[in-house]
């Protein structure tokens, strides 16, 4: 399996695939993985790959899909094509709040909070969440 991009919710992914016993390979355009990511995360994290065989490629540009699996750009400029028959996409996200405006026609109290404002960490969320529910 490839898991393209290299961020927490790949990395958490890629984490949950190995424990299935799954073969996995990260590939993260960035020069290292769980760049967003706290020291402590990073290093926990990053045990817990290494230990189950995670492989991680960092650098890497995703050009495309191939009959025997995704085909890559090194950093150095090589194209070549990973050996895979899954594909996992956890790279970019974008807020969606296009259902706001109908919710607001139709109730009295809406919030926006989370991914729906831009897209961020799950703790962002719960601490909307939160404030939003003690206003309430």
């Known amino acids: 399996m490839v898991i393209i991009g290299g961020d927490g919710t790949g990395c958490e992914t890629a984490n949950f695939l190995a424990d299935q016993r799954k073969k996995v390979t990260i590939i993260e355009i960035l020069p290292q993985v769980l760049s967003k990511e706290g020291t402590i995360i990073q290093m926990r994290l990053l045990d817990e790959l290494g230990k189950k065989n995670v492989e991680i490629l960092t650098g890497i540009t995703y050009e495309g899909s191939s009959p ?8 150095e400029g090589e194209i070549r094509t990973l050996k895979a028959d899954t594909y996992v996409l956890a790279a970019g996200a974008k807020s969606n709040s296009e259902l706001v405006p109908a919710l607001k ?5 809406v919030h926006v909070i989370g991914d729906a404002i831009q897209p961020r960490r799950i703790r962002d969320a719960i601490v ?8 309430i």
């Open 68 to 75: 025997n699996g995704p085909r890559i750009k090194t950093a």
């Open 128 to 135: 909307e969440g939160f404030q939003i529910g003690g206003q």
């Open 105 to 109: 026609n139709k109730f009295k109290n």
